[in-house]
């Protein structure tokens, strides 16, 4: 029985490090330019590194809703994945040797359900306890792309308010030379977090956080937080206060 290696476990680790780089599509081009889902990559990655072949990924939202945005092989999504899903949602975390589940906190009553599983060979105790490490970096990866992906949205709205002289929003933040991460801590920061606050959120650092704040300062040509939000507002890479991904924008709907 093949188990999972420290050079697979760095695999994942160096290849979610990189999904939160480069979590972008389209090389930011205005019109091309979406946040880039990463599960369908790290669940191949996970499947090979833990010798599973099969699993899958859903989402659970507040209200019950689920939708699976990656399953491996792709056959399975043809056959048995809707009865299966189904059936990890119930359990909330299925775990039996066969078959691992790794549950990822998420915010307001949702959740993420990471399902991987074999036919017969069961997983080891080392296995399992790899894959429980890797939720910390998970976890992180989730939160940070749901972030990405409600900073696109907001700004991406027809009817969001932006300075008329100013461009796209993808192209100021490529103009500005801002990282996803980076774009990350700055609607977190617009939303009066602190730096240990914003690391809880994404499932980081303090440290990692200051030093993405330093960079933004840097960027920015700023030099504290409140100045940092108001640049971005005044730039058009933050919306202005009142908008947010859910409700619209107060400004530009009145």
């Given at each position: 029985?093949?188990?999972?290696?420290?050079?697979?476990?760095?695999?994942?680790?160096?290849?979610?490090?990189?999904?939160?780089?480069?979590?972008?599509?389209?090389?930011?081009?205005?019109?091309?330019?979406?946040?880039?889902?990463?599960?369908?990559?790290?669940?191949?990655?996970?499947?090979?590194?833990?010798?599973?072949?099969?699993?899958?990924?859903?989402?659970?939202?507040?209200?019950?809703?689920?939708?699976?945005?990656?399953?491996?092989p792709?056959?399975?999504?043809?056959?048995?994945?809707?009865?299966?899903?189904?059936?990890?949602?119930?359990?909330?975390?299925?775990?039996?040797?066969?078959?691992?589940?790794?549950?990822?906190?998420?915010?307001?009553?949702?959740?993420?359900l990471?399902?991987?599983?074999?036919?017969?060979?069961?997983f080891?105790?080392?296995?399992?306890?790899?894959?429980?490490?890797?939720?910390?970096?998970?976890?992180?990866?989730?939160?940070?792309?749901?972030?990405?992906?409600a900073?696109?949205t907001?700004?991406?709205?027809?009817?969001?308010?932006?300075p008329?002289?100013?461009?796209?929003?993808?192209?100021?933040?490529?103009?500005?030379?801002?990282?996803?991460?980076?774009?990350?801590?700055?609607?977190?920061?617009?939303?009066?977090?602190?730096?240990?606050?914003?690391?809880?959120?994404?499932?980081?650092?303090?440290r990692?956080?200051?030093?993405?704040?330093?960079?933004?300062?840097?960027?920015?040509?700023?030099?504290?937080?409140?100045?940092?939000?108001?640049r971005?507002?005044?730039?058009?890479?933050?919306?202005?206060?009142?908008?947010?991904?859910?409700?619209?924008?107060?400004?530009?709907?009145?």
């Amino acid at each position: 029985m093949v188990e999972l290696t420290g050079r697979d476990y760095e695999r994942v680790l160096t290849l979610v490090a990189t999904l939160l780089d480069t979590a972008m599509t389209g090389d930011h081009d205005p019109d091309t330019w979406q946040p880039r889902l990463p599960w369908p990559v790290v669940l191949a990655e996970l499947t090979r590194s833990l010798h599973a072949p099969w699993g899958f990924v859903v989402g659970i939202d507040a209200s019950g809703t689920t939708r699976v945005p990656a399953w491996e092989p792709v056959e399975l999504g043809r056959r048995a994945l809707p009865a299966m899903v189904e059936q990890a949602v119930r359990r909330r975390v299925p775990v039996t040797d066969t078959k691992l589940g790794l549950l990822l906190p998420a915010p307001a009553g949702a959740r993420r359900l990471i399902v991987l599983g074999r036919a017969d060979a069961a997983f080891t105790d080392h296995e399992r306890a790899c894959l429980d490490r890797l939720r910390p970096i998970l976890t992180s990866l989730d939160n940070h792309f749901q972030h990405l992906q409600a900073w696109h949205t907001t700004l991406t709205r027809p009817h969001t308010a932006r300075p008329a002289t100013e461009g796209h929003p993808v192209a100021l933040a490529a103009e500005h030379r801002l990282t996803p991460r980076e774009l990350t801590v700055l609607t977190l920061l617009a939303e009066g977090l602190t730096a240990p606050a914003i690391a809880h959120r994404l499932g980081t650092t303090t440290r990692t956080t200051h030093k993405h704040l330093e960079n933004l300062y840097r960027k920015l040509r700023t030099h504290d937080r409140l100045l940092t939000v108001l640049r971005a507002q005044t730039l058009g890479l933050l919306p202005p206060a009142g908008c947010t991904a859910q409700g619209g924008c107060e400004r530009g709907d009145t």
